[in-house]
């Protein structure tokens, strides 16, 4: 068996997928009926839930790192504004399989910037893997 299969991130990738397919479609049809700031009003409620199962499975212990908070209402501030480009992408009518392919190859930009910012190394597979990620996405947008 591939190492893979036995490491825990493979498995939180591939739960991160299975959300993901539904939330997608599921974006798509919203952003068709309701404007993109209501998706997003709507898409920011529907994470309480989730929010308070992860406080209580902390016991509503609260991390003290000032850096690590920063960093995370960062993510935040910056998801919620991507999200809402894309939520604004989906109702305009396009194709959902095209806007969906083309904001989920961000990591193109995280691989180009971790090189540099974090010191990173990439293999050349996976540079070869970068640059079909490249070329998907031409294609993906061709009419």
Do not use: D, H
């Amino acid at each position: 068996m591939p190492s893979a299969l036995r490491a825990r991130w493979f498995w939180c990738c591939v739960f991160c997928v299975a959300c993901w397919v539904p939330w997608a479609i599921l974006s798509k049809l919203g952003s068709e009926e309701i404007p993109a700031p209501t998706m997003q009003y709507l898409f920011t409620w529907g994470g309480v839930p989730v929010l308070l199962f992860v406080l209580v499975m902390q016991r509503f212990r609260i991390q003290k790192s000032k850096k690590g908070i920063f960093y995370g209402l960062t993510v935040g501030i910056l998801s919620a504004v991507g999200q809402l480009a894309m939520f604004a992408a989906y109702g305009t009518g396009s194709n959902a399989a095209i806007i969906t392919t083309a904001t989920s190859l961000y990591p193109l930009v995280t691989v180009a910037l971790a090189v540099p910012l974090l010191k990173e190394r990439l293999t050349k597979a996976q540079m070869v893997g970068v640059g079909f990620a490249g070329v998907a996405l031409v294609i993906f947008s061709m009419q």
